[in-house]
């Protein structure tokens, strides 16, 4: 790996990105198709929300080289689909033995992992907590709070990310939905199918 630069970036928490980021990139809720399980809901959040965005992404990556790493500052706004809090789309590392670190910044957000053989941990995040995603955890944030949650993140620049792994399962194990008294519970997805041991040991191969 070639000496590279130092770098500093400006974490702008109240516009919940990264000034002097080299790449953003943004989605809208017509970006999200499917991943809602109230199809009704989602058609009529589409037609409210329109393009704006729901979440975004902007980060300093230096290079993809093993070894470096990429960090910065993912923004989503707060929101629901019928019952289910705004989430980011998700994904498990392509080098799936890579970790991730998110740091919260602003707002209220749960980090929903689900390991290969789908089991399910949901990490609570606030202002000021470190969430620590461990290699092989598929991981996906959500926003349960009333406010933007802004949260910053540092992970490996050759980790790579596999979107494919919650869409070939019917999504993730577990929705995170409203309580009914202001909070939030994770309960199952009826659309849920679990991978095969030979698909799991090839995950946990990488
Ligand atoms: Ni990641």
Redesign the pocket.
């Known amino acids: 790996m070639p000496i590279r630069e130092p770098g500093i970036c400006v974490v702008d928490v109240e516009k919940g990105e990264l000034r002097g980021a080299s790449n953003r990139y943004t989605k809208t809720m017509a970006d999200l198709a499917g991943l809602y399980e109230d199809e009704a809901a989602y058609k009529a959040a589409l037609a409210k929300l329109d393009d704006k965005v729901v979440y975004e992404v902007t980060d300093f990556k230096p290079s993809a080289d093993a070894g470096d790493m990429i960090i910065g500052v993912t923004r989503m706004i707060p929101g629901k689909v019928g019952n289910e809090y705004f989430l980011t789309r998700g994904?498990?590392?392509a080098n799936a033995n890579?970790p991730?670190m998110y740091y919260g910044e602003a707002g209220h957000g749960i980090m929903l992992l689900e390991s290969p053989a789908g089991e399910i941990r949901t990490v609570e995040i606030g202002p000021r907590s470190m969430c620590y995603?461990p290699p092989y955890w598929i991981?996906r944030s959500v926003n349960v709070g009333t406010t933007e949650l802004v949260m910053t993140?540092a992970?490996p620049a050759d980790?790579g990310?596999d979107y494919d792994i919650i869409a070939k399962a019917g999504g993730m194990r577990s929705r995170i939905v409203d309580d009914g008294k202001g909070g939030w519970k994770a309960v199952d997805n009826a659309g849920y199918r679990f991978r095969s041991r030979e698909l799991v040991e090839s995950i946990m191969a990488k």
């Open positions: 994904h498990i590392h890579r991730e995603v991981h993140f992970y980790s990310q």
